[in-house]
């Protein structure tokens, strides 16, 4: 099992997310950066092979702050994400590659975010097999606005003090050497994810069209394309509102409709909210598009301040962008697995 020694700012269980629950009214929830989520459970091994008891990937989210985690069994781990200081027994190890812990070890992350190429809000840490926890709809993720799912059923995040159960996690035989054979592995994989964490350029992101896209003149279609905007201070799991100039569609108010994770929203004073993970599941502002799936995963790292521009992308290549990325997951998850289980 897992002990929360100490939750910072905010930690929670998060997964692949509440698939088919919004008709009932549920946030889809889930992992925000979704992939950064998958390279943490891919370099331990977790395949999309279900096991015994089902497919069980949940990880944990750690949004700023900081957590300390004690570890009383074995258990081989991943840490990936935003840019942080990370500690196993007050000693420093490194994030995007397998770590073995000993029983009784100590894993501290702080400085989320901060350093010299500070980047990102949301660190992910991966077991492997997963974490044995309650689920709401085959998910373990909480919804605060909700006041359900999560460790606590309540939509709670994670509280110190809590206790996290492990899967069955590693065999005994498992040892150093095989961690250095992952490492060796899943290196060219890595360099081919690497991050260029440039804050003074503004992030690209694609919007696939939409919704009442056509209700948006070619005008104010130029516009967005031409301005940058700012992730403003309202963020959070739900929404991103965007800071810069304002976007006018032909119509103002519409029916409640159903909100896909990255519908862009356009207020009726023409301001633009990203639609997240935890969002509402209707809403009735006009919606230009959804941003892509990879979009997502970066625009949920961004904090306050860090400046964006639109594109927009065909719905057929952003979709072939995430069967490209899932296939090279699980081509990394499962030759780990095989490694680890030989």
Request: proline share 3%; aromatic share 6%; charged share 15%.
């Amino acid at each position: 099992m897992i002990e929360c020694q100490h939750i910072g700012f905010y930690a929670q269980l998060v997964d692949d997310g509440r698939k088919h629950a919004s008709h009932h009214g549920y946030s889809e929830s889930g992992a925000l950066d979704w992939k950064s989520f998958d390279v943490a459970n891919a370099l331990v091994g977790n395949t999309s092979k279900p096991r015994s008891k089902g497919r069980n990937h949940v990880a944990i989210e750690i949004t700023l702050g900081e957590a300390q985690l004690k570890f009383h069994e074995p258990c081989m781990i991943a840490i990936t994400g935003a840019n942080a200081l990370c500690k196993v027994n007050h000693k420093p190890c490194s994030m995007y590659q397998a770590l073995l812990l000993k029983k009784g070890d100590v894993l501290s992350i702080s400085n989320i975010g901060h350093g010299t190429q500070g980047y990102g809000q949301h660190v992910y840490i991966a077991v492997r097999n997963g974490l044995e926890t309650p689920q709401l709809f085959s998910s373990a993720s909480n919804v605060m606005r909700e006041g359900r799912g999560g460790l606590h059923q309540n939509g709670q995040g994670l509280l110190t003090g809590d206790i996290l159960p492990t899967c069955a996690n590693i065999p005994q035989a498992v040892s150093s050497a095989h961690i250095e054979d992952v490492h060796k592995a899943t290196a060219d994989f890595l360099k081919s994810i690497k991050r260029v964490d440039d804050v003074a350029q503004a992030m690209p992101l694609k919007i696939i069209p939409g919704y009442q896209f056509n209700h948006f003149s070619a005008s104010q279609k130029a516009l967005l394309l031409s301005s940058i905007y700012k992730v403003s201070a309202e963020a959070n799991r739900m929404a991103v509102k965007l800071e810069g100039r304002p976007i006018k569609c032909g119509i103002t108010t519409l029916s409640s409709q159903g909100l896909c994770n990255g519908a862009i929203q356009c207020t009726g004073a023409g301001q633009l909210i990203v639609m997240l993970n935890d969002r509402q599941s209707i809403g009735g502002y006009p919606v230009l598009g959804s941003l892509s799936a990879c979009s997502r995963a970066q625009l949920a790292q961004m904090t306050p301040g860090s400046a964006v521009q639109f594109t927009f992308v065909d719905v057929l290549r952003s979709v072939a962008d995430v069967r490209m990325w899932k296939a090279s997951i699980e081509k990394i998850s499962t030759t780990v697995d095989q490694m680890l289980s030989s």
